[in-house]
């Protein structure tokens, strides 16, 4: 295990070499344990380390914490004269965590910094999308799979004429459909705002035309229930009209005035 270049922490952290000594202690240690673990476990306890281990421990050319590195382990087994038993050396997963307590800041990894990456390379995909995923409008949202990238269908866009309503005998300005989608009403130079009842697939019909503004409509809005439209026109008014049985809609419930 390497752990950089002499030298190459930041300033009161441990020096690479004790940083890769430490490492290998632990690693030694484990193999050592898990190995006189299994020979006890299997009735060979002789009170001795298994032979590849006992053989490097005493040689001369081994490392220099190795020798306390034996005496430890053959404490916490039970492996010397007056052994009473075996102690169950720690899982590889205690090793793990012990080694990555071991790294210096610059070296570990911070705790979850793989969903970290994760996240943010999925977020990256979706604000750089060309189109955003309409599918989920209206629906619970479900976060986007990480078995692929991140790509919706392009949203179904307009690309024929179905319907042409031509009542109006100036210029149509605004039109705007009901919360329920059943009507549509469409304002104009000409000074009228007509009602259109809308039938699927494609068909519509007049069933109001609203007259009273003196200059051209250009905007209108409904209300939240669709019962009542609230124009505005450039005669410096603003309407409150209700929708009444088909036919021609006589006055507007309220005028509102105090534009100049």
Not at 63 to 87: I, K, M, N, R
Request: glycine content about 6%; some cysteine; overall charge negative.
């Amino acid at each position: 295990y390497e752990c950089g270049e002499a030298g190459a922490g930041a300033v009161g952290e441990p020096s690479s070499a004790t940083c890769a000594q430490k490492l290998q202690f632990m690693l030694t240690e484990q193999q050592i344990l898990e190995l006189a673990a299994k020979d006890l476990c299997s009735g060979g306890s002789s009170g001795e380390l298994p032979a590849e281990f006992a053989a490097a421990g005493n040689s001369s050319s081994s490392s220099s914490f190795a020798p306390a590195a034996f005496a430890a382990v053959q404490h916490g087994l039970g492996l010397g004269e007056d052994a009473v038993g075996a102690t169950v050396p720690p899982t590889r997963e205690e090793l793990w965590e012990r080694m990555a307590d071991a790294l210096p800041p610059s070296l570990a990894v911070a705790p979850h910094r793989l969903s970290v990456l994760l996240w943010q390379a999925t977020r990256y995909q979706q604000l750089h999308c060309l189109y955003p995923d309409g599918s989920r409008l209206g629906s619970a949202w479900h976060a986007p799979s990480l078995l692929q990238d991140y790509s919706p269908e392009p949203p179904p866009l307009p690309t024929r004429c179905i319907a042409k309503l031509d009542r109006h005998t100036d210029e149509a300005w605004f039109a705007t459909v009901s919360h329920d989608g059943r009507h549509l009403a469409s304002s104009s130079r000409d000074c009228s705002v007509i009602l259109w009842v809308c039938q699927p697939p494609a068909s519509f019909r007049v069933a109001h035309v609203l007259l009273g503004h003196t200059e051209p409509v250009s905007c209108a809005a409904w209300s939240p229930d669709d019962r009542y439209l609230l124009t505005a026109s450039s005669d410096c008014t603003a309407r409150l009209w209700r929708a009444p049985p088909e036919g021609r809609c006589e006055s507007p419930l309220r005028i509102l005035r105090k534009h100049d």
